[in-house]
């Protein structure tokens, strides 16, 4: 018999020790943070990174001593790819948004799902900073500080805000790609943002604030609870080519709709055959 699973009570859980976990971030945007390079320039790490998903995860395990956890930072130190498996399992990105948490740029977060029978049932954004706390159960609808969120009603792209974050640096290969479809973005929307944190942009989407996102070579921490927000609240969060998403080796499309989403995975599919051109000539 399948074990039965108390959701109320793992969010209430989860509400409090990320609220709590936000104060660390608070205290610390203005002094020292002992900020590492993972090897990169860009792949950066601070003390309250590995602090946050420690805290988390201990207090988290105590209480649920059965529980799988997948922490970006535990990850990295373990070097190898997470595995989703049926358990229960806590996905925790301490604090997405790391170099923007660095700079003191505002949009900085923490991301917190439950993962159960590979079902994302809690979703927690929080941005302490500003004070926005999202949140959704599965079928229970998305939340920003406890009141309901809808996804934008644009259906047309050429209407459209759209985030976009240029994954160039991580694999040179998508160089004409990421170019091209950037281009076509900006000949055929309002406009593109890039803000520095996957949750985030995709609770912006979630709120109606933005009507997609788009990004590759992410990880399952930074989009597990935002694709909650996102579905709860109307939208929808895809594979770029327009098929399921695959949350471990995530390629998004994020939309306020499926309208949205068809025209942008069209836009891209047709940019992707002019870079596939470009790069045989
Ligand atoms: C990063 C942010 C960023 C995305 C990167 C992620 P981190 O997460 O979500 O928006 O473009 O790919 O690695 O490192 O700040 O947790
Ligand atoms: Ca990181
Ligand atoms: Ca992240
Ligand atoms: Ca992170």
Redesign the pocket.
């Known amino acids: 018999m399948s074990e039965s699973h108390d959701i109320e009570e793992y969010y209430k859980i989860a509400e409090e020790l990320v609220l709590k976990a936000g104060k660390i971030i608070e205290n610390a945007i203005d002094s020292y943070k002992n900020v590492q390079c993972k090897g990169i320039v860009w792949?950066?790490?601070t003390e309250y990174?590995r602090k946050i998903e420690d805290i988390l995860q201990k207090q988290l395990s105590e209480i649920y001593p059965k529980h799988k956890f997948i922490g970006?930072e535990t990850t990295a130190e373990e070097n190898c790819l997470p595995k989703l498996t049926d358990d229960p399992t806590w996905i925790i990105?301490?604090?997405?948004?790391?170099?923007?948490?660095i700079h003191q740029f505002p949009h900085?977060c923490i991301?917190v799902a439950l993962v159960i029978r590979k079902k994302i049932e809690i979703g927690i954004v929080y941005n302490p900073l500003m004070r926005q706390f999202f949140s959704a159960k599965r079928q229970k609808g998305a939340f920003l500080n406890g009141q309901p969120i809808k996804t934008s009603k644009i259906t047309n792209l050429s209407e459209s805000l759209i985030a976009m974050?240029p994954?160039i640096a991580?694999n040179s290969n998508y160089l004409v790609s990421v170019y091209n479809r950037m281009h076509a973005l900006i000949q055929g929307t309002h406009g593109i943002r890039?803000?520095?944190?996957?949750?985030?942009?995709l609770c912006y989407v979630a709120m109606g604030a933005i009507e997609a996102y788009h990004?590759e070579?992410?990880?399952v921490?930074?989009v597990a609870a935002g694709k909650l927000i996102i579905e709860e609240a109307g939208g929808i969060v895809i594979d770029t080519a327009g098929g399921e998403l695959d949350l471990i080796t995530p390629r998004i499309i994020a939309a306020c709709n499926q309208q949205i989403a068809e025209q942008l995975t069209d836009l891209f599919k047709t940019a992707d055959l002019k870079a596939v051109d470009e790069n045989l000539k």
């Open positions: 792949d950066l790490v990174d970006e990105d301490p604090i997405d948004g790391t170099t923007n948490f900085t991301s974050e994954w991580k890039s803000l520095g944190t996957a949750a985030l942009t990004v070579s992410i990880d921490w930074d």
